[in-house]
T-cell receptor
Framework: DTEVTQTPKHLVMGMTNKKSLKCEQH?????MYWYKQKAKKPPELMFV???????INESVPSRFSPECPNSSLLNLHLHALQPEDSALYLC??????????????FGPGTRLTVL | SQQGEEDPQALSIQEGENATMNCSYK?????LQWYRQNSGRGLVHLIL?????REKHSGRLRVTLDTSKKSSSLLITASRAADTASYFC???????????FGAGTRLFVKA
């Protein structure tokens, strides 16, 4: 199984809502990533988990809260978002063994719209 | 911050022609990778080239890396309509898991 799955595919939420994005992989990868991508822009790294520990937080606002319950799952909890947070949120995983030479496997993304 | 800069931003060619995309970066790297993204979908890894390699091939793809000029190019030969996508280079920052993507080239291959 070489697939990274993300749910939901689409999410519309109000600024006062609380929602969560879910990412799952069963490739035994030990590094997992969250990216944010605006239209016609490249993905921007948000968070990296390595061996279930947060290793990189790219100064992301606290209204985004990541969680890695186990080595196969990665969540992104959303609270009090702003309309400018509307974007495609991509999850990725990599073996986590080679560090900078890891190939990342991406999920299809969650299209988030904040009203 | 975006380390990789790519040109052209957009490229339109006929099926069967070759497509060349370029990427430049600013700091030292251990490797450079190329990814493809179909519209609004996840990214797919194409090829990785290490800093001590100068050229690499994979099927119709040819990647070069010039560390002295801090640049890389991706050549797609005999393009097909299915190659229509955005192409991104991605670099590490000398270690760790931090990956920085270039601005990307949007390729349109006309049948």
């Amino acid at each position: 199984d070489t697939e990274v799955t993300q749910t939901p595919k689409h999410l519309v939420m109000g600024m006062t809502n609380k929602k969560s994005l879910k990412c799952e992989q069963h490739m035994g990868h030990r590094a997992m990533y969250w990216y944010k991508q605006k239209a016609k822009k490249p993905p921007e790294l948000m968070f990296v988990y390595s061996y279930e520990k947060l290793s990189i937080n790219e100064s992301v606002p606290s209204r985004f809260s990541p969680e890695c319950p186990n080595s196969s799952l990665l969540n992104l909890h959303l609270h009090a978002l702003q309309p400018e947070d509307s974007a495609l949120y991509l999850c990725a995983s990599s073996p986590g063994l080679a560090g900078p030479t890891d190939t990342q496997y991406f999920g299809p993304g969650t299209r988030l719209t904040v009203l | 911050s975006q380390q990789g800069e790519e040109d052209p931003q957009a490229l339109s060619i006929q099926e069967g022609e070759n497509a060349t995309m370029n990427c430049s970066y600013k700091t030292s790297i251990n490797n450079l990778q190329w990814y493809r993204q179909n519209s609004g979908r996840g990214l797919v890894h194409l090829i990785l080239i290490r800093s001590n390699e100068r050229e690499k091939h994979s099927g119709r793809l040819r990647v070069t890396l010039d560390t002295s000029k801090k640049s890389s190019s991706l050549l797609i030969t005999a393009s097909r309509a299915a190659d229509t996508a955005s192409y991104f280079c991605a670099t590490d920052e000398g270690g760790g898991f931090k990956t920085i993507f270039g601005a990307g080239t949007r390729l349109f291959v006309k049948a």
